[in-house]
């Protein structure tokens, strides 16, 4: 079920003057920006429903409901309330509109309410009680079960008059019996009852049903007027007006007129009702209490909306009625067709009613110990009796009622004015310590300001720097890698040339040995020549020989003579051969000399060369181990170039990712340049 009373929460401001209307306060929930109804603790008065200027306020009702059972072709008779004739002009063309919507009959509550007055009187007659409470108003009863469950002894044992009309209906016409009602009623809070007595399933309100007829364009002045179903009522019409209980009891107990106290109104009503125990204590509490929680009587109630009519203008056309129907009353047979109505339609026991406790709701607001309040009075800075203005401005009237809300959850110290004040002052107090501190920050932010543009400057040389550097390590990364390749290609070079100078040194030892061979080849020859040498000394002195027997043996022909000429030819010859012998030995002992001491030079040139070859060889190796370390040089520098390529390639990420960032730290410098242009600005202004 929604709450009784509702809350628009779009149009609700705050401002708490529906506190201030609500006789109960902890009904509604201020605790928030917006407040909120606790169903259960509201007695339906909708006090706060015109004191809400910005029509966030409403209230629940059947009207809807009602109109879509009666389309749907659901068995409904209707009870109309006395209040009606204040808004619609004749009530009997609203009898018309409602049988051509489809009810089947229609009653008037004004002779519920002449039976209420029977029955109070047949209680007061019966029971003789001290006191009676009169119970017509929902709200009223609402809240004296809830807090006040001490009066409910007193509250008269009998229905409203709505439920005396659909108890009459229900026990008198049996061919409504089995219809479902619904109550044109005055009154939000009524809902309430006809949902607690079962009587009454629908409670359709006067002002949903004008503005329902005025949306579709309906005029009453286009149905015709109808009588009502039931018996009439005859100055009971008055009983929607202030007093209207006791005119009515006037007619049939005058005697008890001046012990009936009437009094409406939710400013003074429910103080006098808890006022009451203790005025029937000292014995001078009225009789009967005639009490309406509205101002207006029914006449001005929330389902109305006669929130700004005039009282006078309300009591004009109720009154307009009830001196028609005191008219049609006397001109009936003697004067007793009321009386005759009454009897033909009172049982007694059928419009009894009993009230239940329900004070268990109110309970749920604690009564806070004197400690605990102090407790409350301290977060709303009220620590001294001056303290407590109780302004009313929180809705509440007292600070100390405003102290218990808090304390049970329903408001907040900042409701509080003087507490917002207060704060107020301190929060002026911080405002000039911070004036203090804005100007020293306006201080601050000029040299900031400075400071920023000159940062930004040095920020825009290292980003060009950057973005250079950047332009550099695309360019160093490119010839590092062309240099890496050319590394890579004399590694491999190194490798082949290697090769060549390891058979550079097989060829070395191998032309070393050769070359110890071709000594030893030429000492030997050396030793040849040598000794062929001595045959040439030898063959020189054969010729030598010769040549002297030569000599001896032309001597010896000359001594012969003759006979000895042909020796002597002999030996000349043999002379002759000596000589070219000789000539010949020298030649060649010559020849032999000269090729010794080539052989010689040559053996010494070969020793020399022989040198050379170690040392060749040895230079041979030590290319080779220089090869081998710059192999393995450029081994280790191929590693290390790979690496650098690596790194190379992190140092591009890390120049794009540095060129992303400058440019974002450009923006961000440009944008607390702005911000700092713009505390400037604020700063500076007044």
């Known amino acids: 079920m929604p709450d009784l009373i509702t809350v628009d929460k779009e149009k609700c401001n705050g401002c708490h003057a529906c506190i201030s209307a609500c006789p109960i306060k902890s009904c509604i929930d201020g605790s928030k920006e917006k407040v909120s109804m606790v169903d259960q603790l509201c007695i339906g008065c909708g006090r706060c429903i015109p004191a809400c200027l910005q029509g966030a306020r409403s ?20 009870i109309v309330a006395p209040a009606a004739a204040t808004s619609f002009d004749d009530v009997l063309r609203l009898n018309g509109y409602l049988k051509q919507a489809g009810v089947k009959a229609v009653f008037d509550v004004s002779f519920g309410a002449e ?29 004296c079960q809830i807090y006040k469950p001490e009066l409910l002894k007193w509250l008269a044992p009998a229905q409203s008059p709505m439920l005396h009309t659909a108890a009459m209906i229900k026990e008198f016409f049996p061919k409504y019996k089995n219809c479902k009602i619904a109550a044109i009623s005055p009154c939000a809070a009524k809902k309430r009852e006809f949902d607690e007595t079962g009587l009454v399933q629908y409670n359709v309100s006067i002002l949903r049903l004008k503005e329902r007829m005025t949306a ?29 209980l006791r005119d009515t009891i006037a007619r049939e107990a005058p005697d008890t007129v001046p012990l009936v106290r009437k009094i409406e109104g939710t400013e003074i009503v429910y103080k006098y009702l808890s006022e009451l125990p203790e005025m029937l204590k000292e014995n001078v509490a009225p009789f009967i209490v005639d009490c309406l929680s509205c101002e207006a009587g029914c006449n001005g109630g929330p389902g109305t909306g ?59 607001v604690k009564k806070p110990t004197e400690k605990e309040l102090n407790a409350v009075f301290t977060t709303m800075k009220k620590t001294r009796s001056e303290d407590m203005h109780n302004c009313s401005a929180c809705g509440y009237g007292t600070c100390r009622l405003m102290a218990e809300m808090i304390f049970n959850g329903l408001s907040k110290k900042e409701n509080c004015f003087y507490y917002l004040m207060e704060k107020l002052s301190e929060d002026e107090k ?3 310590e911070a004036i203090d501190v804005a100007n020293r920050l306006v201080f601050q932010v000029e040299k900031s300001k400075e400071t920023l543009v000159s940062m930004q400057d040095k920020v825009s040389n290292y980003i060009q720097q950057t973005l250079e550097q950047g332009d550099v390590i695309d360019r160093s990364s490119g010839s590092m890698s062309e240099l890496i390749n050319q590394i890579q290609a004399v590694c491999v070079s190194a490798g082949q040339k290697r090769q060549v100078i390891d058979m550079m040194g097989e060829l070395s030892e191998q032309a070393k040995k050769d070359m110890q061979a071709l000594l030893t080849a030429f000492n030997g020859v050396e030793k040849t020549t040598q000794e062929i040498a001595g045959i040439a000394d030898v063959i020189d002195d054969v010729a030598t020989s010769t040549n002297l027997l030569a000599m001896n043996a032309a001597i010896e022909a000359a001594h012969a003579g003759e006979s000895g000429r042909g020796f002597a030819v002999v030996a000349g010859e043999i002379r002759s051969l000596a000589g070219t012998t000789s000539d010949n030995a020298n030649n060649i002992s010559a020849n032999i000399k000269n090729i010794v001491k080539q052989i010689g030079a040559s053996v010494e040139l070969l020793n020399k060369a022989d040198g050379v070859m170690g040392r060749m060889i040895d230079g041979v190796n030590n290319v080779e181990e220089s090869f081998s370390e710059i192999i393995q040089s ?29 440019k974002d730290i450009i923006n961000t410098l440009e944008g607390i340049q702005t911000l700092i242009t713009l505390l400037d600005g604020d700063a500076s202004s007044p």
């Open 430 to 432: 911080v405002r000039s």
């Open 59 to 78: 209230y629940s009702d059947d009207t809807e409901q009602f109109f879509a059972d009666l389309a749907a072709g659901e068995n409904i008779v209707v």
């Open 115 to 143: 039976l209420t007055v029977k029955s109070y009187l047949d209680h007061a007659k019966k029971n003789k009680p001290p006191l009676i409470i009169a119970q017509p108003c929902a709200a009223i009863v609402r809240y």
């Open 216 to 244: 579709a364009h309906q005029h009453l002045s286009s149905y015709p007027a109808v009588e009502y179903d039931g018996p009439e009522a005859e100055r009971a019409v008055l009983f929607s007006s202030p007093g209207g």
């Open 306 to 364: 006669n929130y700004a009519e005039p009282v006078d203008r309300l009591e004009a056309r109720i009154s307009k009625r009830g001196k028609q129907q005191i008219q049609r009353n006397k001109k009936s047979f003697l004067g007793g067709a009321l009386k005759r109505e009454l009897k033909k339609y009172w049982r007694d026991g059928i419009y009894v009613r009993t009230y239940k406790n329900l004070a268990k709701y109110a309970a749920q």
């Open 634 to 662: 450029h081994s280790v520098m191929e590693g290390s170039t790979r690496e650098l390529t690596r790194d190379l390639q992190s140092m591009n990420e890390t120049s794009e990712i540095l060129r992303g960032a400058s």
